[in-house]
């Protein structure tokens, strides 16, 4: 079921978990993907609320781990890029799924051959993903959406996954839903409330799985969504942070006081 908007609930002396989507939720989207970035003063809001929650926090996108710490350093955070098909938990350790190489081969080239007729699309290797972008020429989203389905049924073991002006080949049975769950079993996270912000339809699966877990889900913009909660846009995020690291160092003052 779709809830809509709700007020904010008071975070105060609650420990939690926080998931946060990158492009769309922590970075305004750009008219290419790399021109996204994650502004200073906001990468540093997420390393003091990661201190403040002994490292409970991490990133959730569709990115590549490596763009994730390009984007947020200097701060090294536990990340599932990819949907979660690489999954760097706490430890630092990096949990990765492949496909098999011919596969990736004969993607790339059915792929790559005829994204180069379309002009302004784009095609993104991730490994073991393919992205094709189509912002910049939003009318060949038909053809884009065709050849995606059409790489669907040639190779089973993926899946697609829709996104704003763009459509993902990943393997199948890897979403954002999982990586927070993986999250959730280990340390700093586990025993938390995970709460999860993202802005776009490959978030769902997060927000189910916080909601399964009585957490928050939190969409950021418009359209419909199984997250129980709603933030405008990029800059009430950031609003946000700031508001919930000052309340972590409320709470944190407030125990030690009572030491
Ligand atoms: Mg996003």
Known sequence: MTRESEGFPSLSGGLYAFFFDVDGTLAAIKPRPDEVSIPASVRRTLQSL??????????????PVEQLDGLAAPFHAPLAGVHGAERRDATGELHRISLPDEVVKQLHETLSSNINNWPGTQL???????????????????QILQLAESMVKRFPML?????????????KGIDKGAAIRAFMQEA??????????????????GFRVVNAMNGLSVKVGEGSSDARFRLKDVDEVYSWLEQMKLQL????????SRL
């Open 249 to 256: 160092d409320q709470d944190n003052l407030g125990k030690e």
């Open 188 to 205: 700093p996270f586990a025993g938390r409330i995970p709460l999860f912000i993202g802005d776009d339809l490959t978030d769902e699966a």
């Open 124 to 142: 993104e290797t991730k490994g073991m993903a393919f992205a094709l972008h189509y912002r910049q020429a939003e009318h060949y989203q038909p």
């Open 50 to 63: 990661s201190a403040l929650s002994h490292g409970a926090v991490a990133l959730i996108s569709g990115r």
């Open 159 to 171: 899946a697609l996954q829709p996104g704003k002006c763009v459509v993902e080949l990943k393997p």
